[in-house]
Structures are given as structure tokens and as C-alpha cells.
């Protein structure tokens, strides 16, 4: 006891190095001499230290239990050590230690016999991924959640106990946020409750690769030998950099990854095929479930919508192309698409497009394999069309198409979907194309935007229709704010001068509204020589037509979007002759 108590207390405040030296004398003292002796004199080291006022003590006392919990007594394993661990994971006021206690628990997780202890294993996960601190959190995301996941796989409840829970926590929390918003609560507390989302959707995400290796390790042609394969590099898995969740270390090998994933391909390709337990719960429990959230997930919580498509994104990757075409792709397809372009949207309909379920689905799904980019593009102008033609709000589609552009590969296709629809007959498609040319043509290269943009602007600014010329006004604003080369400037220059002065314009209320609205935005954006010779003169000039203004209500209009532009632009500094 008093040599084990030395080595205990051996430094005062031991580092990661010295508290590795301590714990492998510790394990050959365990080696040796057995758990009898172990249980007697060595884990009462750790229990009478777990309250050290000094943090390195306490991280050596979650340290010791991971590496001794191999040499003790199962019982003990799932009772005293399981006890030490929560309650240091409870009450220890250091991220560190309970960080130290997290990925500890996910080793003593792999010794425990106990199924009866799952519960309490899956309940001091949650209470690890509910800790205040990132650095706990990580910790058991890379180490406590993969190893409570490869318990629940063994035991066979990975789907109906693991995942099905995690679904109720991403459930819970989206409730919250839901709820948050409609009550106009502080937009912190929502942004604090769109984080706590994203982690749970997050800690989902971490273990798919542990529900690909159940859905293909329980498929009926699992022993069945390798097929033929042509390109065997379609079939390898995504490298993880934690290895806890890496496919080819969950199954065994990268070799039985690229087996097993082609005989799946193989089987899933077949016209008709008979479903199993694991494929069952995917289609009917989780792909309904996760429609339902998104749905109620406001489309403006981009880092939420973000986690979502994410999701989906590894979980098409993980199982292939012929399964997402087959039979993900057709799931969404029938809740979004309807059969007919000229079919009135159900209200359900109209909620499902309106929500995060649109950027997501083709974000998600449509936009995970190369090879499918032209079903992509093809059902997002579907889409869009359908949507301005039934006068639905349109921000889930621009959400999806920002979040497209970030893609530099997509940014032509983009740009051949707006044209298409700026063919269309109808005018509301033409308005919506104008305000999508609005959003893109900020992240877009120069080159593209002299190419295609500006043409597609200026065909918009000469529309029969003065409606699609208003919505076209945005879109020359946002060239003035983002343009460099001095022939695009000019272009919008030229076309927002031709809305001011030609005639046709004079008494186009709703033009002039826009023109303000976009001058007020562009000046503090824009170049100081365009603000100061285009921008000014230009609200002054409106400001002096609106004087004459008969029309009280048209004339108050005005003033308002004047006199919001001017205090945008009065953080700018102006020429003493200007303002004079």
C-alpha cells in the first residue's frame, strides 16, 4: 500500500508525460499481481483522489481507471470503476478532466459485459454531449459516442436504441428552436439553441458509417464472394480522421468495405429486391423522420440547414449511387414534385417546399454524385418555375442556390438554369430569375459574370413587363457593389441612369422606390468616386421630384426610402460640396 501510495503521490502536479510514466508502473503492478490485489490496493488510490484540489491529480485518476479497467473483475468493471467515472464526469469543475473522464469511459465502455449497464452508458453520453465545453464535447464524439455505438451494434440494438434516441434529441431540440422563434425570443437564445441542434445532428452524422456497416454486414448476400468490379475506387469508403468511425476499421479491412459495398450496389440494383430489418428502419423510420424535422426547420438557421445537408450528403456517399437513386432520390421526390407542373401545391406541399427540406434535398442528395448534376440542375429549375408560378415564398430556393455557389464547379450550371428560366413566358418565373441573379452575382468570377451575368441583366432591363425591370434593378446594384473591372461599373451605371432619365420611367412609383432602396445600399458598398458623382446627385434629384408629388401616399413613400438611404449612407465620408 505505501509503495503504490508513493507512486501515487510520486509529483505533486504530474504533466501528460510523468502521468503516462505513473500509469504504466500502475499497469505492471496490475499485470502481476492480479485484480484481487489490484481491487484492494490500487483502486483505492484512485477513489480517495478524485476529489484532488490539484487538476493533474484528478486527470490521473480518469487516466488510470481507462488503462487498469482491462485487468479488473467484470463485475467491478460495471460497478465501482462506472461509478468513480460518473461521478468525476458530474462534478468536476475542469473541462480537462472531464474531457480525460469521456474518453475513458469509452474504453471502459468496451470492457463492460453488463447489457443491463447500457442505459446508464447511454445516459452519461448525453450528459458528455450536453457539457458546456467544446473540448468535452469533442471528446465524446471521437471517442465515448463510437464506442457506445460499437456496444449497441454487438448487442444488436444500434437502430432501435443508439439512433433511434439521437433522432429524439435532434427532435427535442429542434422544438425549442422552433418554439424560440415563433415566440420572438431573443435571436442569442436562438442562435444558442441552433448550436445545441447542430451538435446533436452532428453526433448523428458521426455514426453513420456505424449504420452503413449494419445495413451491409446484415444484408443476405454478406457472404456471398466479391463480384467483378471495373472501378474498385467507387466502392472504397471516405477516409475518417478518427478512426473510431472509419468504415473499413468498423468492418475489418478496406478490402471488405469495397466487397461488401458492391455486393449491396449489386443487390439494390436488382428490379426488385427484398428489404431487411436494417433497410427497413432507414426508409420507414429515419427518412420520415428526418423529412418531419426539416419541415419544421426555418430555411434563414443556415448553420442547422447546413448540418442537415451534410447529413444526408455522407449517408448517399456512404451508400451509393444505385441505392440513392432507387430509392432516397424517389422518397423526397414525391413530398417536393408534384406530377404535374399546372397541379395547385396541397398546403402540405407548400410547407415542405418552403422549408430547409428543398436546399437540403438537392443540396443533400441530388448534388452528392458528378454523374447526376444534370438531374440536379433540371429539378431545380422544376422547382423554381413551380414555385414563382404558384406565388410561393421563394427563399428556400435561394438558399439553395447560395449554397450551391459555394461550389465553383457549379457555377456555370447555376447560370444555365437562370437562363432557362429567363426564357420563360411567364412573368413571375422572370422576377424570381432577377432576384436569383441578384444573390450569385457576388460569388461569381468576373470573367462568368461579363459572360453571362450582365447579358442576362440586361435582358432582363429591357422586359416587356415593368415588373421584371424593377426586379432587375437589384441585380445591377449588386454588380456596382462587388464588380473591379471598370466596363462592368459602367454597364450597371449606364442601365441604373437609364431607369432614372428616360421617360418611360417618370411615373413608375415602384421603380423609383427600388432605384432608392438600391442606391441606399450600393453607396457605403460601392466605389467613393460613383457614390459622390452618381449616387448623391442621383437621390438629390429624386428628392426634388418627389416635392412636386400630388399623390400624398406615393409622396411619403418616397421620403421614407430616402430618408433610410441617407442615414446608410451617412457613416460614409462626403465631400463638404456634396452635402452643401
Not at 545 to 562: C, G, P, Q, V, Y
Amino acid at each position: 500500500d505505501q509503495l503504490l501510495n508513493f507512486l501515487f503521490n510520486l509529483i505533486k502536479k504530474p504533466n501528460a508525460e510523468q502521468r503516462q510514466m505513473i500509469i504504466t508502473g500502475c499497469v505492471a503492478f496490475a499485470k502481476h499481481n492480479g485484480p484481487i490485489r489490484l481491487e484492494a490496493e490500487l483502486l483505492p488510490q484512485c477513489w480517495e483522489q478524485i476529489a484532488h484540489k490539484y487538476v493533474e491529480r484528478r486527470l490521473l485518476v480518469a487516466e488510470s481507471c481507462g488503462a487498469l479497467a482491462p485487468y479488473l473483475p467484470a463485475e467491478l468493471r460495471s460497478s465501482l470503476l462506472l461509478s468513480m467515472l460518473k461521478q468525476m464526469l458530474a462534478e468536476d469543475k475542469s473541462e480537462e478532466v472531464r474531457a480525460a473522464v469521456s474518453r475513458t469511459l469509452g474504453l471502459v465502455v468496451a470492457f463492460i459485459d453488463d447489457a443491463d449497464k447500457y442505459g446508464q452508458c447511454y445516459d452519461l453520453v448525453v450528459s458528455s454531449l450536453s457539457d458546456a465545453e467544446k473540448v468535452v464535447v469533442d471528446a465524446s464524439h471521437h471517442v465515448f459516442l463510437p464506442a457506445l455505438a460499437a456496444w449497441a451494434y454487438e448487442l444488436q440494438i444500434l437502430e432501435s436504441k443508439l439512433l433511434a434516441c439521437l433522432l429524439v434529441h435532434i427532435n427535442t431540440h429542434l422544438t425549442k428552436v422552433s418554439n424560440s422563434l415563433s415566440g420572438q425570443e431573443d435571436f442569442e437564445k436562438v442562435l444558442r439553441q441552433e448550436e445545441i441542434l447542430v451538435l446533436w445532428v452532428s453526433a448523428y452524422e458521426a455514426l453513420l458509417t456505424w449504420q452503413t456497416a449494419s445495413i451491409l454486414q446484415s444484408g443476405p448476400f454478406a457472404g456471398e464472394p466479391c463480384p467483378e468490379i471495373e472501378d474498385e475506387a467507387m466502392f472504397r469508403s471516405p477516409l475518417s480522421s478518427q478512426p473510431l468511425l472509419d468504415l473499413s476499421v468498423i468492418v475489418g479491412d478496406g478490402d471488405e468495405v469495397v466487397r461488401l459495398r458492391a455486393l449491396f450496389d449489386r443487390h439494390v440494383g436488382q428490379e426488385s429486391w427484398t428489404q431487411w430489418k436494417e433497410v427497413k428502419w432507414l426508409l420507414t423510420d429515419f427518412l420520415p423522420k428526418v423529412t418531419d424535422f426539416l419541415i419544421q426547420l426555418s430555411v434563414g438557421l443556415s448553420k442547422a440547414v447546413s448540418s442537415f445537408i451534410r447529413l444526408l450528403q455522407d449517408l448517399c456517399q456512404l451508400l451509393g449511387r444505385t441505392f440513392v437513386n432507387s430509392k432516397i432520390r424517389p422518397f423526397f421526390n414525391t413530398i417536393l414534385s408534384p406530377e404535374n407542373q399546372a397541379d395547385r401545391p396541397s398546403s402540405a406541399r407548400i410547407a415542405a417546399l418552403s422549408s430547409a427540406l428543398l436546399p437540403t434535398f438537392v443540396c443533400g442528395v441530388l448534388n452528392c454524385f458528378p454523374e447526376d448534376q444534370a438531374v440536379m440542375t433540371s429539378t431545380l429549375h422544376r422547382l423554381m418555375c413551380y414555385m414563382a408560378l404558384n406565388v410561393l415564398p421563394m427563399e428556400s430556393i435561394q438558399i439553395t442556390f447560395l449554397v450551391l455557389s459555394e461550389d465553383k464547379r457549379l457555377h456555370s450550371s447555376l447560370v444555365e438554369v437562370l437562363w432557362e428560366s429567363l426564357r420563360s413566358s411567364t412573368v413571375q418565373v422572370r422576377c424570381a430569375t432577377a432576384s436569383l441573379l441578384e444573390l450569385l452575382v457576388r460569388d461569381m468570377d468576373e470573367s462568368l459574370v461579363a459572360q453571362r451575368f450582365v447579358p442576362a441583366l440586361v435582358t432582363l432591363a429591357s422586359d416587356d413587363d415593368m415588373a421584371v425591370r424593377v426586379a432587375s434593378v437589384g441585380g445591377f446594384g449588386s454588380l456596382m457593389e462587388c464588380a473591379k473591372h471598370k466596363s462592368l461599373l459602367e454597364k450597371a451605371q449606364v442601365q441604373l441612369a437609364s431607369f432614372l432619365d428616360e421617360p418611360v420611367y417618370e411615373e413608375e412609383h415602384v421603380m423609383h422606390v427600388e432605384l432608392i432602396k438600391t442606391l441606399g445600399r450600393v453607396g457605403p458598398n460601392s466605389e467613393p468616386m460613383f457614390r459622390d458623382q452618381f449616387v448623391l446627385p442621383r437621390l438629390h434629384i429624386l428628392s426634388e421630384r418627389n416635392n412636386s408629388m400630388t399623390n400624398r401616399t406615393k409622396r411619403r413613400d418616397i421620403a421614407l426610402e430616402l430618408l433610410e438611404a441617407l442615414r446608410t449612407l451617412a457613416c460614409c465620408f462626403i465631400p463638404a460640396e456634396q452635402i452643401m
